[in-house]
């Protein structure tokens, strides 16, 4: 079954430290990947998404996703962390064109110390 | 409006009696998407709705469940005898349609307490 995994529930840093959520996905051809953040009390907002092509991509807030086909994953970065990124994040995926069913992982919530 | 709109924002019901949650997607959407979260789960998609095309209920957990949305505009998902475990935060996105290069937005959500 095509699932979603973020093996980490729970993630906590300082601020200014670096950030690395992981993202597994298991499906029969390369999805497509998104990562969403929730922050308390609010709806999901995208941060980024990969299609095809460059595996490296760039997203809001200064986070960025590397795609790595060789390993199924799909973690999220951000080089310094700032107490405002305190949410919890969600990756998700869709199995290809014309699919509109977003199958998300269990989320990762990340506390950051002042 | 400027994004999507649910409510009410927080619900508590008690076991056995109905309740309906509305979303108000952003205008000209033609798509929209209910989900489930519940406490430490990610989302499940409940159902899509597309334009006037019939919708795809595949995600309803259960015929106590039921979603209605009359063309483009406002959706309702309608809980029939509410049972403990529904209590959970349900969520509508809406967007231009199913292409992927298409972003979907997330309304807050609606937190539903079932005692």
């Known amino acids: 079954a095509q699932s979603v995994t973020q093996p980490d529930i729970h993630i906590t840093v300082s601020e200014g430290a670096s950030l690395e959520l992981r993202c597994n996905y298991s499906?029969?051809?390369?999805?497509?990947l998104f990562w969403y953040v929730q922050s308390p009390g609010q709806g999901l907002q995208l941060l980024l998404k990969y299609f095809s092509g460059d595996t490296l991509v760039q997203g809001i807030k200064g986070f960025e996703a590397e795609f790595k086909r060789s390993q199924s994953s799909f973690n999220l970065r951000k080089p310094s962390v700032h107490w405002s990124d305190a949410a919890e994040y969600f990756c998700a995926a869709l199995s290809g064109a014309g699919s509109y069913q977003l199958t998300f992982g269990k989320g990762t919530k990340l506390s950051v110390i002042p | 409006g400027a994004g999507v709109s649910q409510s009410p924002s927080n619900k508590v019901t008690e076991k056995g009696k109905d309740v309906e949650l509305r979303c108000d997607p952003i205008?000209?959407?033609?798509?929209l998407y209910w989900y489930r979260q519940r406490l430490g789960q990610g989302l499940e998609f409940l159902i899509y709705f597309q334009g006037n095309s019939a919708p795809d209920k595949s995600g309803l957990p259960s015929d106590r469940f039921s979603a209605e949305r009359t063309g483009e505009s406002v959706s309702t998902l309608t809980i029939q005898r509410t049972q403990q475990e529904d209590s959970a935060v349900y969520l509508c996105a809406s967007s231009w349609d199913r292409a992927l290069n298409t972003e979907a937005f997330f309304g807050q959500g609606t937190r539903l307490t079932v005692v």
């Open positions: 205008s000209g959407h033609t798509a």
């Open positions: 499906y029969g051809a390369t999805p497509y």
